[in-house]
């Protein structure tokens, strides 16, 4: 009988590694990352007030401000001021940014916490040279000071970070994404809200 029951239970031995076998390719095969998750930006996490480093590009954000609207220069000198309002609420962020590498550009999108993406607004709204910091071509570690504006429903803004990217267009694949907390917890949001105003006067010829 002993004789007659090995080969049976050596047989069951290989049935049963080889389902174990398969069951495991399986499970790799629904749990290895998509290709989508591979060629993702590597994201970098940073904080408000701190200087934060990509591969290519330094950034530091310094404050955040709230506005209704902004009052703004004429296109030419002596036409009358003009105001840009927001279809949401203006959230500007002030900072510094470095080109590290190379000449380029950096660009920013507010991701609110339920994944939105807003990106920053381009460089004619509102028009405000040598502050709007959208399209602005940086060169290599020479620090530019300005900010970068986002017109957004005032309701995504709790626990929005701030993400800052190389080049334009969207983020690139397997590069860095800067991704910065800053710390729009309830308290702070109603900080920022309490010192909104419903037109920010940002002209530089103060005599229209």
């Known amino acids: 009988m002993s004789y007659l029951a090995r080969p049976l239970s050596v047989r069951w031995g290989l049935i049963l590694a080889t389902i174990c076998a398969l069951g495991l390719i399986v499970f790799l095969r629904r749990h290895q990352p998509s290709y989508e998750e591979k060629v993702a930006p590597l994201r970098v996490t940073g904080t408000i007030n701190a200087p934060a480093?990509?591969?290519?590009?330094e950034v530091k954000v310094k404050r955040l401000k709230l506005a209704r609207a902004y009052r703004i220069d004429g296109r030419y000198d002596?036409?009358?001021?003009?105001?840009?309002r927001a279809d949401g609420i203006w959230l500007s962020a002030l900072l510094e940014v470095t080109a590290t590498g190379e000449p380029g550009f950096v660009s920013a999108q507010l991701r609110t916490r339920d994944g939105r993406l807003y990106a920053a607004s381009g460089p004619d709204r509102p028009k405000l040279d040598g502050v709007n910091l959208a399209g602005t071509s940086l060169a290599t570690g020479i620090t530019a000071s300005g900010a970068y504006f986002f017109d957004v429903p005032e309701d995504r803004l709790e626990d929005a970070t701030?993400?800052?990217y190389w080049g334009l267009g969207a983020p690139g694949s397997m590069d860095h994404l800067l991704d910065i907390d800053l710390g729009l917890e309830v308290k702070a949001l109603a900080e920022l809200r309490d010192e909104a105003v419903p037109e920010l006067d940002m002209r530089t010829r103060m005599d229209r």
Do not use: E, H, I
């Open 53 to 57: 480093k990509a591969r290519n590009f």
């Open 78 to 84: 002596g036409d009358p001021s003009r105001v840009v």
């Open 162 to 164: 701030l993400q800052f």
